[in-house]
C-alpha cells in the first residue's frame, strides 16, 4: 500500500477517507500535503485531480539543504 485510510462515523453510515502516504521507507506515514526526505530528495504527499494519492517528488537535498525543482545550487 501506498497510502492509509481512517474510518469515520458519518451519521448513520461508516465511511473510510484516505488520511496520507506510506513513506518510501514503508516504517512511516506521511499525511496529506506534508513532506518527507528520503535518499537525498523530498516528497510531497498529494492527492492528485483524479483521486490518486502519492509521494511526489518535490526537490532534492544536497550538503543537508533543501532545494525546490528549478532550483540552482554550485556543488562545491
Known amino acids: 500500500n501506498t497510502y492509509y ?3 469515520r462515523d458519518d451519521g448513520r453510515v ?8 506510506i513513506a518510501h521507507d ?11 526526505d528520503f535518499n537525498g530528495y523530498t516528497y510531497k504527499c ?7 494519492v502519492q509521494m511526489c517528488s ?3 537535498i544536497h ?5 525546490a525543482i528549478g532550483q540552482q545550487y554550485k556543488l562545491l
Open 5 to 7: 485510510y481512517r474510518c
Open 14 to 21: 461508516v465511511k473510510t477517507t484516505i488520511e496520507g502516504c
Open 26 to 36: 514503508k516504517q512511516r506515514r506521511v499525511p496529506l500535503g506534508q513532506t518527507d
Open 46 to 52: 498529494q492527492q492528485k485531480t483524479s483521486g490518486v
Open 58 to 60: 518535490v526537490g532534492c
Open 63 to 67: 550538503d543537508g539543504q533543501r532545494y
